[in-house]
């Protein structure tokens, strides 16, 4: 049970850095000009980068879906697995990568791994 709570403390805090307005950044035809949006922004959406809005989509189902029923709590790893997806598209995509996004990533896949750490043990 607390491994749930921390995962969930883990995606609000994503949740949060993705609400920044430090998350994504664009660049433009001319190199000076680099802007950085935040994830819920409409402008990455306006220049066809969607991945932004789906990680944060992504996200929010991961959260809602780990705090419903057991039923559901399958459900969490893969909106996990799109979002980290969802990020690296945006990155290999649209050159919109950021330290954010980074962290973003990173707090998701320790999220995603933390169910399988303490069974990988050297031991038979």
Same mark, same amino acid.
């Given at each position: 049970?607390?491994?749930?709570?921390?995962?969930?403390?883990?995606?609000?805090?994503?949740?949060?850095? &993705? #609400?920044?307005? +430090?998350?994504?950044?664009?660049?433009?035809?001319?190199? !000076?000009?680099?802007?950085?949006? $935040?994830?819920? %922004?409409?402008?990455?959406?306006?220049?066809?980068?969607?991945?932004?809005?789906?990680?944060?989509?992504?996200?929010?189902?991961?959260?809602?879906?780990?705090?419903?029923?057991?039923?559901?709590?399958? &459900? #969490?790893?893969? +909106?996990?697995?799109?979002?980290?997806?969802?990020?690296? !598209?945006?990155?290999?995509?649209? $050159?919109?990568? %950021?330290?954010?996004?980074?962290?973003?990533?990173?707090?998701?896949?320790?999220?995603?791994?933390?169910?399988?750490?303490?069974?990988?043990?050297?031991?038979?």
């Amino acid at each position: 049970m607390r491994c749930k709570y921390f995962s969930a403390i883990g995606i609000s805090t994503s949740l949060l850095l &993705m #609400a920044l307005p +430090c998350g994504v950044t664009l660049r433009f035809q001319d190199p !000076l000009r680099i802007r950085q949006y $935040s994830y819920l %922004s409409p402008t990455p959406m306006l220049c066809g980068n969607w991945f932004p809005i789906l990680a944060i989509l992504f996200s929010f189902l991961a959260l809602v879906f780990l705090l419903l029923r057991r039923d559901y709590g399958q &459900m #969490a790893p893969v +909106c996990l697995g799109l979002s980290i997806i969802s990020q690296c !598209l945006s990155w290999v995509m649209f $050159s919109a990568f %950021s330290v954010t996004g980074l962290a973003v990533v990173l707090i998701h896949s320790s999220i995603l791994l933390q169910k399988h750490l303490p069974s990988w043990s050297l031991e038979n």
